[in-house]
């Protein structure tokens, strides 16, 4: 049974006989290594996480995970 569109544009449906919703084909948006790398570059030379997502059209967590998974704190 289709219920609809999530955020991101896909179909989403409920099973009729458990009613869990769920995505049939769903998005992942993964950035390339380069953009990474930039995003890190861009916030160790003195941006904010903040500033580097306005910059790069992401979100500042983004920044603050990536950061985080190599081993330094922001």
Known sequence: MNKGF???GTQRCKCKE???S???EPKRK???EETKQ???KIFYSGVSGRGVG????MSKANV????KKNGTKP
Not at 54 to 57: A, D, I, N, Q
Not at 64 to 67: L, R, S, V
């Open 6 to 8: 999530n955020r991101s």
């Open 18 to 20: 458990c009613g869990v």
């Open 22 to 24: 769920y995505t049939k």
């Open 30 to 32: 993964e950035y390339p």
């Open 38 to 40: 930039l995003a890190m």
């Open 54 to 57: 306005k910059v790069l059209g």
């Open 64 to 67: 603050y995970n990536w950061i």
